[in-house]
């Protein structure tokens, strides 16, 4: 059954014959020193109509029609329409979920394009285009205003004026990624100004940048920072999302983190960051909106072009299909909605300078509805030249049919490799019979990346990051304890491939706290002397814990934040990062651009694996189930560099193996142990042939000197 709702076209304090035709490009609300030009896609509405609202967004001051349609752009000009003004939409058109159509011109909506997001938004049953409790369910219509509560758009003047602010353009061999909350990092940083800790500007605060120099980190990786909004589930148990999964615009900077010269202060961080030589990466969530599945709010898309924003069923348009597990997945198979993501990739490059970006639950963006890694997103994007010289990286799956895509992403993409993360965390948990593995694992996975061009950078190696443990709760907990995210403990992964060194959780036995210690320079130490780029979870270096919370995305408060309580304890691990940092700097065959070959044309090796004997490993070795013992070198690189010789151990006991004779190699020199929490020590000296036993549970390396 389809419902027409036509709300009469109201003009409260202004004539509709004040508004010109206006243009259909550009989409959004675009100011030109004299009006406003306002212009809205929509393939199936009958009518739009524009609502302004006083300064307070609480009073519709204005609702006007919008005059012309042009190829499926609603379109019209306001020459009073000023900086500032707050504005919304009503669509008009059928309500029908049976036939995918969800128009409900009593809900105010938001405009996908908006820039800066004003008003206040409080959730409320109005939000919602049915009747909660309705026997129909959404089948049922709402006809309550939503507008007070309603989020309202904001016309905002894009001139601005920056600093000489140029991109650091990390190489891609050279960058060091460290993933972090804007919130959470500062927060409880004592060192940053009060006022700052939490926002945009506390990331650039000198004592944080500082840190970041101290490790070595090239780019700062942010948790969700385009406007999102808390789910009312989370708000009745009194907490937030704070990860910030949960978009509702694609553009706005999300205010919680700023003052309300939002866009400024985001801007001069940027600007800061670069500044110190780091770059900025966000991480962005295209894959769905914060609409929900078919019983969620209508806020915007929805109410928009439902059939076109969301993938629904074929044959059941009512409902959605959930490649994204969040109730919608937005369709960037049509052009509109791609064109809407281009515009807002581009959007952030050219007007906040941001150096690259992370795809939340990327293979939804490719579904044609079946993944195509040669689909119109991933074209549109490889020939765009404003994202020709950013990063790309893809979380590269989703929970669909084919979702999981490890390696299918086309060139030009890096990607999280969950693969070195669970064979590593297995490897050190003391798993057998892993040895390939790991050898994959440390030389950039080419099983999984070297086609179709692409190079060991494409491979985004790391243990921890936001979802899941923490690298000190990798190594103090078994069991995920999400209690507080009163779900029932329910919700997270139970595949965590953790330990917990004999106790769970927190304790005081001096054992068990050195060996988690060990455990946790050996993670940081594999990911820093593998190929590929190295991401490390922001509070890792401190020993950041969550209390076992392995999924703390609703968690806007101390089990969130990053606990800088270890730093200057035995817990700080920041002075042996940043010399893990310089020691792949130091070595450029920790950092190559192409592959390598193992025994090359002519005879010589670039990786020659060995056993403790120093005799190179055979085919039995390699399939030892008990084996937990791993030595390589590394040759140096044409201009002269020093060879690498580097011996892993997961056993519990110390192994004796032979210093290996090597071309030009006169003596092997001590510059990482981590047994001894030793890195670029060289306090001992040994010619090849001498016989060293490595310590239980961990990694030595030695530079070849001449």
């Not at 009518?47 to 001051?61: A, I, Y």
């Not at 139970?494 to 036995?509: A, K, Q, R, Y």
């Not at 450029?588 to 120093?614: F, I």
């Not at 290996?660 to 142990?673: E, G, H, K, Q, R």
Request: hydrophobic residues 35%.
């Amino acid at each position: 059954m389809s419902f027409h709702r036509l709300l009469p076209s109201i003009s409260f304090l202004k004539s509709d014959r004040r508004i010109a035709a206006g243009s259909p490009h550009p989409l959004g609300a675009t100011w030109d020193g004299r009006g406003t030009n306002f212009a809205l896609f929509s393939s199936t509405a009958e009518k739009v109509e524009l609502c302004l609202f006083d300064p307070t967004g609480r009073t519709e001051t204005d609702r006007i029609s919008l005059p012309e349609r042009t190829e499926d752009v609603w379109h019209g000009y306001l020459p009073y329409a000023q900086p500032g003004q707050l504005y919304g939409y009503r669509v008009h058109g059928p309500y029908d979920p049976e036939a995918g159509h969800r128009f409900n011109s009593h809900k105010l909506l938001i405009d996908p394009y908006s820039k800066r997001l004003g008003g206040q938004f409080a959730w409320t049953d109005a939000h919602l285009a049915y009747r909660l409790g309705h026997k129909r369910e959404d089948l049922s219509f709402d006809r309550r205003d939503n507008a007070r509560s309603m989020f309202k758009s904001v016309v905002v003047d894009q001139a601005h004026t920056l600093p000489d602010d140029r991109h650091p353009q990390v190489p891609w061999e050279d960058t060091i990624i460290y993933e972090a909350h804007v919130r959470g990092l500062t927060q409880l940083r004592e060192d940053v100004p009060k006022e700052l800790r939490g926002t945009y500007r506390g990331l650039a605060a000198p004592a944080m940048i500082e840190h970041l120099h101290k490790l070595g980190v090239t780019s700062i990786e942010l948790l969700p920072i385009h406007s999102f909004v808390d789910e009312a589930r989370l708000l009745e148990h009194g907490l937030k999302n704070y990860w910030g999964y949960n978009s509702v615009s694609f553009f706005a900077p999300e205010r919680r983190y700023g003052s309300e010269q939002i866009q400024n202060a985001f801007r001069s961080t940027v600007a800061e960051l670069h500044s110190a030589g780091i770059e900025v990466i966000l991480d962005v969530v295209y894959n769905h909106t914060a609409e929900g599945n078919h019983l969620g709010p209508t806020l915007c898309y929805r109410g928009i072009d439902n059939s076109a924003y969301y993938w629904l069923i074929p044959d059941t348009p009512r409902f959605y299909e959930n490649y994204t597990g969040t109730g919608n997945a937005l369709k960037l198979a049509h052009p509109r909605v791609l064109q809407m993501v281009m515009d807002s990739l581009r959007y952030w490059v050219e007007v906040f300078h941001v150096d690259g970006f992370r795809f939340d639950l990327a293979s939804t963006l490719g579904r044609t509805p079946a993944f195509d890694p040669h689909g119109a997103f991933f074209a549109a994007v490889r020939q765009d030249p404003v994202l020709a010289n950013v990063k790309l990286i893809a979380e590269p799956w989703d929970i669909g049919l084919g979702g999981y895509q490890v390696g299918g992403f086309p060139p030009g993409w890096s990607e999280w490799n969950d693969v070195y993360r669970k064979t590593l965390r297995r490897y050190w948990r003391g798993d057998g019979g892993h040895l390939g593995d790991i050898a994959s694992a440390l030389t950039g996975s080419a099983p999984q990346y070297r086609h179709d061009g692409r190079g060991p950078h494409a491979s985004i190696n790391h243990v921890t990051v936001h979802d899941g443990f923490t690298l000190a709760d990798l190594v103090s907990y078994e069991h995920k304890h999400n209690e507080a995210n009163q779900e029932d403990n329910r919700d997270g992964s139970d595949d965590n491939n953790s330990l917990n060194c004999g106790v769970e959780g927190p304790t005081d036995d001096p054992a068990i706290l050195e060996r988690r210690l060990l455990l946790r320079r050996n993670q940081l130490a594999s990911l820093l002397l593998a190929q590929g780029v190295p991401l490390i979870l922001a509070g890792d270096e401190a020993g950041n814990s969550q209390g076992g919370n392995n999924n703390a995305y609703c968690q806007d408060d101390e089990i969130g934040w990053v606990n800088w309580a270890g730093l200057g304890t035995s817990d700080d691990m920041t002075g042996f990062v940043g010399g893990l940092t310089r020691l792949r700097q130091r070595f450029p065959q920790l950092r190559l651009r192409h592959w390598l070959e193992g025994k090359k044309a002519d005879g010589s090796h670039d990786v020659l694996w060995l056993r403790p004997d120093a005799a190179e490993m055979n085919e039995e070795d390699w399939k030892s189930p008990e084996s937990r013992f791993l030595a390589y070198i590394l040759a140096g690189t044409d201009n002269g560099n020093e060879p690498l010789f580097i011996v892993f151990n997961a056993a519990e006991n110390g192994v004796e193996f032979t210093l290996p004779p090597w071309a030009n190699v006169a003596s092997w020199s001590l510059v990482l142990d981590t047994a001894a929490n030793s890195v670029l020590a060289e306090e001992k000296t040994e010619a090849p042939g001498v016989k060293l036993i490595v310590s239980p549970i961990s990694i030595m390396a030695f530079a070849g000197r001449p």
